[in-house]
């Protein structure tokens, strides 16, 4: 164990993460609504995990949301953003990759367990560095476990990698009310709907109007957790009535939006499919 007079302070820097001799490091760090961590990776696998606000992560291949009680278990090496949406206390463990489960370098949404959370939390308090059978190291070989059995979600759109589909994807995700459809999306991408439309099923395993869809969803998961009415969260994702939004949202998401924009987040979050 480290002399408790030599131990590193707690830090929100994450290379002070990177190169401990224990296999999971813990970093408590607060956001406030609208921060951008822009791309970079990490040598370490990463457990990214806030217990209270949403989070949009996007890869080179995907995007995710991850509102509370859930995280995204990120590969080392993965280049990655970060936008924090509302007020956010992130909590990440930084994991060795030989005490990982990474799966084949798959990032991944896990729902997270009331113990897992509190087992994260626990060691949130511990040491940076702590030792070799201290509290801090039965917590971290308790979370291996618990992160092994976590039930893996579905929360993930993914991006396209041909750049006629990434013109069109970016106007949308900066404007995912815009109603346009692939006969009039065809000049801005320079390929023909027909083009377009194969494209979509190849690059992304769903069609145009089912891609949008997610990503208005996502757009949607955020707004109502921040409290938005619904009527406008409606607005914003181009639906033009708040009962059309609410019914499609409720077909694809499993849960009303009135229950999403409720107090018990928890419970919301649980839900969800």
Not at 20 to 25: R, T, Y
Not at 105 to 112: F, K, M
Not at 135 to 142: I, N
Not at 252 to 273: C, F, H, N, T, Y
Request: with cysteine; charged share 25%; aromatic share 6%.
């Amino acid at each position: 164990m480290a002399d408790p007079a030599k131990r590193l302070p707690r830090s929100t820097e994450p290379l002070d993460y990177q190169n401990l001799e224990q296999p999971i490091g813990a970093m408590a760090k607060s956001f406030v609504d609208g921060y951008h961590i822009p791309l970079h990776h990490h040598d370490r696998d990463q457990l990214l995990y806030a217990i209270r606000g949403v989070m949009r992560l996007r890869t080179e291949q995907e995007a995710w949301v991850i509102p509370p009680d859930r995280a995204v278990y990120i590969p080392a090496k993965t280049p990655h953003t970060v936008s924090m949406h509302g007020t956010v206390d992130m909590r990440t463990l930084y994991i060795k990759t030989a005490s990982s489960d990474s799966r084949d370098g798959v990032t991944r949404v896990l729902a997270v367990s009331k113990l897992l959370r509190e087992l994260v939390l626990a060691l949130s308090e511990e040491p940076v560095d702590y030792g070799a059978d201290s509290r801090g190291d039965r917590l971290s070989k308790l979370i291996e476990l618990e992160l092994r059995h976590a039930r893996e979600l579905s929360l993930s759109v993914p991006l396209p990698f041909d750049p006629r589909l990434q013109r069109l994807c970016a106007a949308i995700l900066a404007n995912p009310a815009d109603r346009r459809t692939l006969n009039q999306w065809s000049e801005l991408a320079g390929a023909s709907p027909r083009t377009l439309a194969r494209l979509f099923e190849a690059d992304t395993g769903m069609n145009f109007n089912k891609w949008r869809q997610r990503i208005r969803f996502h757009n949607a998961l955020e707004a109502l957790c921040a409290g938005e009415p619904i009527s406008g969260v409606a607005h914003q994702n181009g639906y033009r009535s708040a009962s059309a939004f609410s019914a499609a949202f409720s077909k694809e998401m499993g849960i009303a939006p009135s229950k999403v924009s409720g107090d018990d987040q928890a419970a919301v979050w649980s839900e969800l499919r």
